[in-house]
């Protein structure tokens, strides 16, 4: 069986770490090169650097921010934000980004996702879902709706297919994030999440509502994850790496020491 991860994932903006409720009602949650230097002295396995405001802004990933915790850490580093191009993929790995992460760019033209992969490699290339339950207005059915824009614009893609495309680009991982979940410590979208890890051959990153130990257990066993996602919980101190590591392992899920 492979092991499972657990990433930490730092959303900056102006330079700082902060987290919200439903990608809204951010509050301050730190200085990222500290707490990713404390994340990798836990046992992180890896961790997820999103400047969360570069595509809305229209501006680049903070280059210089992104060096300094690659300088600090050891563990794969995966960084998103403003992401649109092979030289913009080429600065970030050069300042010590390991992984990429790209969303609204890859939603705006998804031949990116084949370019990058055939640049740069698979498993170098992460295209991250940010998705939206919604409901039927009478016309036509529910659906899981991928937004971009920081989750601020809903697009025409399902989710379930944009995440079949994405593999057959040539994408390595999945990063999925359901934005009615998010923030809400209320568990992760285990459906969606099991839906799109039994089709999907590249790992699956389970990302929002994690709030506590059995959360975790849930996404990696109903939910077939092959990694776990968390800001707050890590962030603020209500839920410790190694403790949690520890719990994960005696209910029978593998993870790395």
Known sequence: MLTKRI????DIKDGRTVKGTNFI??????????????YAEQGADELVFLDITATVDERKTLIDLVRNVAHTINIPFTVGGGISSVADVSALLNAGADKISINSSAVRTPALINELA???????????IDTRYIPSTGEGQSEHIVHTHGGRKPTE??????????EERGAGEILLTSMDTDG???????ELTAQISASANIPVIASGGAGT??????VFTTGQADAGLAASIFHFKEIEI????????SKGIEMRV
């Open 25 to 38: 009602n951010l509050r301050d949650a730190g200085d990222p090169v500290a707490l990713a230097a404390i």
């Open 157 to 166: 893609l399902r989710t379930l297919a944009w995440a079949k495309e994405i």
């Open 118 to 128: 055939l640049e740069f490699g698979s498993q170098c290339i992460v295209v991250a």
């Open 213 to 218: 130990m059995d959360h975790f257990v849930d």
């Open 242 to 249: 190694p403790a949690l590591k520890g719990y994960l392992r």
């Open 7 to 10: 990433i930490p994932c730092l």
């Open 184 to 190: 809400t410590k209320a568990g992760f979208a285990i």
